[in-house]
């Protein structure tokens, strides 16, 4: 019997996820915690416990994507990638990490480049934004500080964080810059 209630469970959770994923593909959403939420509705479920990871939604994403557009997709992230650098660039003197879809793939023609940045550059982060006549708008997500910065063609979230909470997944420039020409061969 437990192990019954087990598989529904897991089965739920794998169609929360894939549902999402989906959302997140075709309607643009980019936030996980939004997406899991309008999935579990459309599918009669609870929300919370119980939810897919946000790398669960990741890696139902980029296996959507593979399977239903795998040129396009590779364009895509090789595109995004090489805005990130230019971008990680341009804010260089901050030390931006990138962070998000475009380190694991699982992007869609909707994903923002994330970066992060240490909190306490802030005051400067937004002084250079404005000598430089860079269109931004200051957000609060999850809780968090962040700046959306206005790009063309992707527009960049950067996160204001403390050290200690820095997202596991992250690439400096250097790795990025490696990753890219990886990718390239």
């Known amino acids: ?20 994923a989906r959302f997140m593909a075709e309607l643009g959403l980019n936030d996980h915690a939004q997406a899991k939420r309008k ?17 669960e939604i990741d890696a139902a994403l980029a296996e959507r994507q593979a399977l239903f557009q795998p040129e ?20 260089a003197r901050f030390d931006p990490a990138l962070t998000g879809a475009v380190i694991t793939g ?17 005051k400067d982060f937004e002084q250079f934004l404005v000598n430089q006549g860079i269109a ?17 063609p992707t527009d960049v979230l950067v996160r204001l964080v403390n050290p200690g909470t820095r997202q596991a997944l992250r690439l400096s420039l250097g790795r990025l810059e490696k990753l890219i020409a990886e990718t390239d061969q």
């Open 136 to 152: 931004y708008k200051v957000q609060d997500r999850a809780a968090r500080m962040a700046y959306l910065v206005y790009s063309e």
């Open 1 to 20: 019997m437990a192990a019954s209630r087990e598989a529904r469970a897991l089965h739920a959770r794998a169609r929360v996820a894939d549902l999402a």
């Open 72 to 91: 396009e997709q590779s364009a895509l992230l090789a595109g995004l990638r090489v805005q990130a650098r230019e971008v990680m660039r341009a804010f």
């Open 39 to 55: 999935a579990a509705r459309q599918l009669g479920l609870p929300e919370g416990h119980g939810m897919p990871s946000n790398e």
């Open 106 to 122: 699982a992007i869609s023609e909707n994903s923002l480049i994330e970066l992060e940045i240490a909190e306490d550059a802030s």
